[in-house]
């Protein structure tokens, strides 16, 4: 009988657990943008990583500007919640949490999270970092991730210690359903106060192709040549981008998109224009995609907002 020598069993592991990675999608396409429900001016795509692409729409009807980030979580993608902290307290950039967990994981991009307590930064919904609940849920709608990275946009309560329907590996809040079942949700048209409702910086994060995909958008606002868009625009266009779920997230000077630019070797960028007049805002907690595929270069912790598509 031959001898396997433990230099070569650790190279067998390896080896599998690379092919465990390997892309369960069948191509590797930019992925469609579908039809629109507002003429579009102006298209442009760029692939940040394997499964990961972004595309930034203008149209002159809003006016606005879109970025996109298409997620295809069956190609070695996961979604996980960051706050920066150990505890539910503090605010920090969106870029800096996630040059944070670039660190030591391969971060591609990502968005700010729930809203959050202005004083002392804590998200007002249920909050999971990989497992460990920082904030309890309130009764509005959470984006949870399960131990299998497949998304849900579901509401949860906690009783005895025990969160239902199920306890999330990560989760974070927001508010309101904005499509569920490929239809958009009455609550565009009920929650909040008017200005709440009406046009504003947004972002969303919207579940596709059965769970397999998670789209996160950002909408520009508050500036002259980008209006922001209401509830229902904001639904619409998910729904024009395939979201069969989608989930409104905090908006306003808080909406921020990130994404790893593969033309300066990684480095975290911000895609779009927040629109406080400082610049990015700090807040509560964020959602980071990360390539979790065998251990490649890890992105550059140096973000940045110049050089926009």
């Known amino acids: 009988m031959s001898s396997i020598t433990p230099f070569r069993i650790a190279t067998l592991i390896v080896i599998a657990a690379l092919a465990g990675c390997r892309s369960l999608s069948p191509s590797a396409s930019p992925p469609t943008l579908g039809i629109m429900p507002f003429p579009v001016d102006q298209i442009a795509t760029q692939t940040v990583a394997p499964g990961v692409t972004r595309r930034v729409v203008r149209s002159a009807k809003g006016p606005w500007t879109i970025n996109v980030l298409y997620v295809d979580l069956d190609r070695c993608n996961t979604a996980e919640a960051v706050k920066g902290a150990d505890s539910a307290i503090g605010r920090y950039r969106t870029t800096a949490l996630l040059a944070e967990l670039a660190t030591h994981e391969k971060v591609v991009g990502g968005v700010n999270g729930d809203f959050f307590n202005l004083k002392d930064g804590s998200p007002t919904n249920l909050l999971i970092v990989n497992g460990r609940m920082l904030t309890p849920p309130n009764g509005q709608p959470v984006l949870a991730f399960d131990s299998a990275n497949v998304p849900h946009i579901s509401t949860f309560t906690l009783r005895d210690g025990q969160l239902t329907p199920f306890y999330p590996k990560n989760a974070v809040g927001g508010r309101p359903v904005i499509v569920r079942d490929s239809a958009i949700d009455a609550a565009v048209d009920t929650m909040g106060q008017a200005g709440f409702r009406a046009r504003n910086p947004r972002t969303a994060a919207g579940i596709a192709r059965g769970g397999r995909r998670l789209i996160l958008v950002a909408v520009d606002g508050r500036e002259y040549q980008n209006a922001g868009m209401t509830l229902r625009e904001l639904g619409d266009l998910m729904l024009a981008l395939g979201s069969s779920d989608a989930i409104n997230l905090d908006g306003g000077g808080s909406t921020t998109l990130v994404y790893a630019d593969p033309d300066s070797a990684g480095r975290l960028r911000i895609a779009n ?28 912790a140096d973000a940045s907002s110049n050089d926009r598509v």
């Open 273 to 300: 224009h927040p629109s406080d007049k400082g610049g990015e805002r700090t807040v509560g907690d964020a959602l980071a995609i990360v390539h979790a595929c065998g251990h490649a270069v890890i992105a550059s």
